[in-house]
């Protein structure tokens, strides 16, 4: 547990320490210890149980020992929507906001005045702003909202702060209301969820309204219609609930220098869903109880186990390689003059050759996991499939370097008992100055050790920066998001909440 507080410290500078009472700094620690716990190791509960959804269990435990206040009732509204207990498998995080779909799609279908809202706010926006931000074959920027797209800026059409007090129109003036129908399609750019509620569609039908007005083709299929707008459309534009509701125009230059360069702003996508998404589940909390100071720092915080846990799914199989070849005798005792990169690749192509590997030998030998990992067979006795072994080897090599260096340099693994997410903050290794001028110059300086080129530790270096820029990006967003929820979404009495008193807002 020392370990976790260490951890959540490092996630607050001193100037947000001194600027919290301690009461809420209390608070704040133990929203990040249980946001924590999203990733305490399935073995806690038994065996066949993924690590999400016995995290869930674990995390739903503590707040139920929480005395009763808002602090627990949003804790509560958070993971209850989240439902971590939907997502069947761990890498699943990476391709859907599961629970949070889940949760609209019951919403949608349960509540009349939820779902007239929300097909009506859609409605406006299919038939009333674009849905595609080039013409087809149009190479010159990218399809979807970029981050070059901000209303207000280059788009003079939007006004900053369009989609909300659009919304909001819609929601009868409520906040809570409008961020809700904002989030339902906004916590994702795809796979939001099947929204459908027929007693509403004949309702609508009968004052005039199409199923066609209402529903759209999904992206790439035109058999599967949905009520959100095409990932290509302007609801994704950034400055849309507000113009601060964006991250700032340095991260965006930076995003563009280590990421992308080369390339302009209107070339990437904004990815301002996460925005969208962050004040929606921000505003859930304030309406359940949680002050909007300490449901930012909750936010924030899941942000940024967001990214860890995509970023492990990433490196763990190709950081676990590195350091099992680090060990072996043969880079241990390679000599002077000869690198790692050398040593591995010839080391397994001869044991390709001389039909040393099987599945058998592959948890016992690094060279022989080598060639498993990347797809290559096992027996390279003939010279032609020698060398595309050879290929596959290589180019795996800097995947499997970065993540490497990355993980001997960043918070990560096993701590305490816990399986820690991969984390942005470093705690070991060269300094930050270091690994700039190497990703940036060409100064000769080999800062990684291991018997690595100055080449390939360039590229690692490089590769390293791009993670933690990653990091810098999604929660900015999210922060940005949830500042504005907390800047315009209101408390509920206890035991109410936004959605059960739909139908009698005004």
Known sequence: MQALVLLVFTRMGKSQLRR???KQFSKTLLAGVLGLSLNAQASE?????????????????????LPNSGVKDGLERYYNILSLKSYTYDNQVANANTGVALFFEQQFQQNACFAEKAYLFYRDLKLNTRQRQTAEGDKSRHARPSLGDVAGKNRKDLKPGWLYEKALKYADGNPNVAMSLIGLCGHDDKNQGEFTNQDVEIKLSNSGISSDELYSPTDGNSEI???C???YADFYVAGGLSKASDISD??????????YPGKKDIQIASKNYHVMGAAFMTCQMIEAGLSPLLA???????????????LCQQIEIPAHLFWSLQRTKEVALRGMGRTFEEVVIETTLKRGREKKCGYDKVAKDPFCNYLKTVGAPFDLSLPRIEARARTMLEKYMDKMIASGIYSSWHVSGEVAGISLPCSRDQLWGPHPFLQWLIAKTEVSLNICGNGLTMDSCRKAVRTVKSWETDFDWTVSQHAAGARFAARVCKPYPKGTNSFDGMCAQK
Not at 250 to 259: E, N
């Open 20 to 22: 919290l009472k301690m």
């Open 45 to 65: 509960l038994g065996p066949d149980v993924n690590n999400i959804s016995s995290a869930n269990k674990i995390a739903l435990s503590l707040i139920s020992k």
């Open 225 to 227: 219609n949905t009520v």
């Open 229 to 231: 707008p095409s990932q």
């Open 250 to 259: 340095d991260l965006k230059k930076k995003v563009l220098s280590i990421q």
């Open 296 to 310: 930012i720092q909750v936010e924030s915080m899941a942000a940024h186990l967001y990214r860890g846990i995509r």
